[in-house]
């Protein structure tokens, strides 16, 4: 999120930190966004671009990360120069403003601001050449056109200079910073507002989570991104710069580059290779899902719905961050369950059963078997952490905290947005909620639907 620095952040370094002190402490403290780009859970999973870069920057060090997720981000600067943090990690863009109070690493990417709108109407059933036609194409098409963003970012500014360029009006919005920028995003995919700006970087993450959004429309230049730091933080620049040039022409930055702004939602294949739907059978696997269901006390029929929903019962799909096979383990929870990405599909469903089994197992408070399955699913799609944040939140706001629909769901949905996610009950941050929302939804609708079939 590029954030213009106010008065406040005009402040200068009052501490006195720099490497010699961030080794003796053992330490290297983040100042982070909670994002897709920046710092994010997932699956249970600590992930984010800047993260997993950054994670190794401290292992070369040999220090310990500590992520700090700021909840203001017009304070970032100023949070940075009274030692609260060493580095600032949240997408942030090199400009001149902010060159005069603290220094910047070696960018590590470039990037152009790009207008985030809604795909029309029935696009599902349109080629692309059609549907691209419906929308904004050039920037002479914002002229009267309603757009929201942060009023302290450089989109707000971007937005300025651009109503002289196309000689027109826009009417543009800035709201406060208690709405996060991928939440402005979110509520575009739901139509709650027509448009609004990011980068091109986290437009690629979010086209991930959010198929109905065009993000296509460049607005801007490209832009370096980079780390920031104090002014006197010297030598740790000049660690970082050098450590940063090495890392930018290995594999691994490419690999984990491609990750976040490359990877397609998963590669499932063809639909017809792995599904039957014949009346007679769910797919060629269901043998071994009713003996996963035999041994795990899950329905067979409710273990397919799941594989479904997770892969297609794909046994080579891969997904964001990494989730692999017909039951998208993550890379660091498949081998707790003997799954490997090569694993046949028998052991692969039967690992997804005792993973479940965990899961609701987990949920010992939630009486109702239903119910407390409902949990299990959406614990296995988005963590079990995740999930205990929206039962708090339920609890806080007078909702059952043991019963899944119109309960925790409702709060689940909220784990999106900022008001909700820096609530001091929720422990895990933000979440793609509105993927798990769905998630529990289609798996019990299929479920309910290949029960009365099969």
Same mark, same amino acid.
């Given at each position: 999120?590029?954030?213009?620095?106010?008065?406040?952040?005009?402040?200068?370094?009052?501490?006195?930190?720099?490497?010699?002190?961030?080794?003796?402490?053992?330490?290297?403290?983040?100042?982070?966004?909670?994002?897709?780009?920046?710092?994010?859970?997932?699956?249970?999973?600590?992930?984010?671009?800047?993260?997993?870069?950054?994670?190794?920057?401290?292992?070369?060090?040999?220090?310990?990360?500590?992520?700090?997720?700021?909840?203001?981000?017009?304070?970032?600067?100023?949070?940075?120069?009274?030692? =609260?943090?060493?580095?600032?990690?949240?997408?942030?863009?090199?400009?001149?403003?902010?060159?005069?109070?603290?220094?910047?690493?070696?960018?590590?990417?470039?990037?152009?601001?790009?207008?985030?709108?809604? *795909?029309?109407?029935?696009?599902?059933?349109?080629?692309?050449?059609?549907?691209?036609?419906?929308?904004?194409?050039?920037?002479?098409?914002?002229?009267?056109?309603?757009?929201?963003?942060?009023?302290?970012?450089?989109?707000?500014?971007?937005?300025?200079?651009?109503?002289? =360029?196309?000689? &027109?009006?826009?009417?543009?919005?800035?709201?406060?910073?208690?709405?996060?920028?991928?939440?402005?995003?979110?509520?575009?995919? &739901?139509?709650?507002? &027509?448009?609004?700006?990011?980068?091109?970087?986290?437009?690629?993450? !979010?086209?991930?989570?959010?198929?109905?959004?065009?993000?296509?429309? =460049?607005?801007?230049?490209?832009? *370096?991104?980079?780390?920031?730091?104090?002014?006197?933080?010297?030598?740790?620049?000049? @660690?970082?710069?050098?450590?940063?040039?090495?890392?930018?022409?290995?594999?691994?930055?490419?690999?984990?580059?491609?990750?976040?702004?490359?990877?397609?939602?998963?590669?499932? /294949?063809?639909? *017809?290779?792995?599904?039957?739907? !014949?009346?007679?059978?769910?797919?060629?696997?269901?043998?071994?899902?009713?003996?996963?269901?035999?041994?795990?006390?899950?329905?067979?029929?409710?273990?397919?719905?799941?594989?479904?929903? =997770?892969?297609?019962?794909?046994?080579?799909?891969?997904?964001?961050? /990494?989730?692999?096979?017909?039951?998208?383990?993550?890379? !660091?929870?498949?081998?707790?369950?003997?799954?490997?990405?090569?694993?046949?599909?028998?052991?692969?469903?039967?690992?997804?059963?005792?993973?479940?089994?965990?899961?609701? *197992?987990?949920?010992?408070?939630?009486?109702?078997?239903?119910?407390?399955?409902?949990?299990?699913?959406?614990?296995?799609?988005?963590?079990? /952490?995740?999930? @205990?944040?929206?039962?708090?939140?339920?609890?806080?706001?007078?909702?059952?905290?043991?019963?899944?629909? &119109?309960?925790?769901?409702?709060?689940?949905?909220?784990?999106?947005?900022?008001?909700?996610?820096?609530?001091?009950?929720?422990?895990?941050?933000?979440?793609?909620?509105?993927?798990?929302?769905?998630?529990?939804?289609?798996?019990?609708?299929?479920?309910?639907?290949?029960?009365?079939?099969?």
């Amino acid at each position: 999120m590029e954030v213009e620095p106010d008065d406040e952040t005009f402040e200068r370094p009052s501490v006195n930190i720099d490497l010699p002190e961030i080794l003796q402490k053992g330490k290297l403290t983040v100042l982070a966004e909670n994002s897709s780009t920046s710092y994010f859970i997932y699956k249970g999973k600590k992930m984010g671009f800047e993260y997993e870069i950054l994670k190794l920057f401290a292992e070369e060090m040999g220090v310990e990360l500590e992520i700090k997720v700021v909840q203001n981000l017009d304070s970032l600067i100023s949070m940075l120069n009274r030692g =609260e943090g060493d580095l600032i990690a949240c997408n942030y863009t090199v400009t001149r403003e902010r060159n005069k109070v603290i220094s910047f690493s070696t960018p590590f990417l470039q990037s152009q601001q790009v207008l985030v709108q809604r *795909k029309p109407q029935g696009w599902e059933k349109m080629k692309e050449a059609e549907w691209k036609a419906l929308m904004l194409n050039n920037p002479v098409q914002l002229a009267k056109k309603n757009i929201q963003v942060w009023q302290n970012s450089s989109y707000y500014e971007r937005l300025v200079h651009l109503q002289e =360029e196309i000689g &027109d009006t826009i009417y543009f919005e800035g709201l406060q910073g208690n709405i996060g920028g991928e939440e402005l995003i979110e509520m575009v995919s &739901d139509g709650i507002i &027509d448009y609004t700006i990011t980068e091109d970087n986290v437009a690629k993450v !979010n086209e991930q989570f959010f198929d109905n959004l065009y993000t296509g429309l =460049e607005l801007s230049v490209e832009q *370096k991104l980079a780390f920031g730091l104090r002014k006197s933080s010297h030598l740790l620049k000049v @660690k970082l710069d050098e450590w940063l040039n090495g890392f930018m022409q290995k594999s691994t930055y490419k690999y984990i580059k491609k990750k976040y702004f490359e990877s397609p939602k998963f590669s499932q /294949g063809a639909r *017809k290779d792995y599904t039957s739907l !014949n009346g007679k059978s769910i797919s060629q696997f269901d043998n071994a899902f009713k003996a996963a269901g035999e041994k795990c006390g899950w329905d067979w029929r409710l273990l397919a719905s799941i594989s479904y929903q =997770e892969s297609k019962f794909n046994p080579t799909a891969l997904s964001f961050g /990494g989730a692999y096979g017909m039951m998208q383990f993550m890379p !660091n929870t498949g081998p707790h369950y003997g799954v490997y990405p090569d694993s046949p599909p028998e052991v692969q469903i039967m690992g997804g059963a005792k993973k479940l089994m965990a899961d609701e *197992k987990f949920w010992t408070d939630v009486t109702d078997e239903l119910e407390r399955k409902k949990f299990a699913m959406a614990s296995y799609n988005a963590g079990r /952490g995740h999930i @205990k944040d929206a039962q708090r939140l339920a609890k806080k706001h007078g909702l059952n905290p043991y019963i899944w629909d &119109d309960n925790v769901e409702k709060m689940l949905l909220n784990l999106s947005k900022q008001e909700y996610y820096q609530d001091e009950v929720v422990r895990h941050g933000m979440m793609r909620s509105k993927v798990t929302y769905h998630y529990v939804k289609a798996v019990m609708k299929r479920y309910l639907e290949w029960a009365a079939v099969y």
